[in-house]
């Protein structure tokens, strides 16, 4: 499935319309309140949609820029949160001068959209780019291990586990960390990485990783939460 073609359809708008009027998930106000400065600063929200994470951002009096790949996705989130600023942009080769932020995110899950696995790295190394030093940037991610580890007892996340696996194994993709995910939008090649695979990334472009948000209150380890957020800050003295 063409990314960029599923968010210029009219159900896709309609869809994510109804998402950018949802505000901030449980763990993203955690995510805020721990590793955001109640005082402000500047924030880049990559890939931000319809606006879901830009517009509460703005409203928390941060100044925020929301960017999207898709100008259909811009278009619509100016028409919900008039007064914010949004632009089309690619978050692999961002637009903005070096240590322009004090904060990046890429939420939603949007950087395992990103395709191939040199071009999701290529995001990385650009907020770290545009991150000032001390700056932080969080994204969350799907878990690897969670494709595969699930609860015996949930008769339909073992059939779902099931379907993935005869899916990824005609396609070759099984092992893969892109691999073919059933969406409510159709089925779609989509990223994942175990925590300490995506530790060593963030590590080796010179991040420091100051924690994991969890994606649930069900209190299962790190190491199975299905989709953490990281939180990567760059260091003090780092260079852009």
Known sequence: MDQLAYYEDDAA??????????????NERRLLDEYVDGDGGRVLDLG???????APLAERGFDVVGIDVSETMVEVARELHPGVEFRVDDATDLSFPDASFDYVLFAGRGIDDVRPAASRMRAILEAWRVLKPGGVFAFDANNQLSRFVVDPTDRSAVAEAWRFVRR?????????????VEYSNGIDLTYAIVPPAQRRQLHDVGFDVAGLVPSTDDGRPTLLDPRPYYVARKPPRAAG
């Open 48 to 54: 931000c949609g319809s606006g879901r994470v830009t």
């Open 13 to 26: 708008v309609e869809k994510y319309a109804e998402v950018g009027r949802e505000g901030l998930r449980p």
């Open 168 to 180: 990824n194994r005609r396609a070759g993709t099984l092992r893969s960390r892109y691999a073919l």
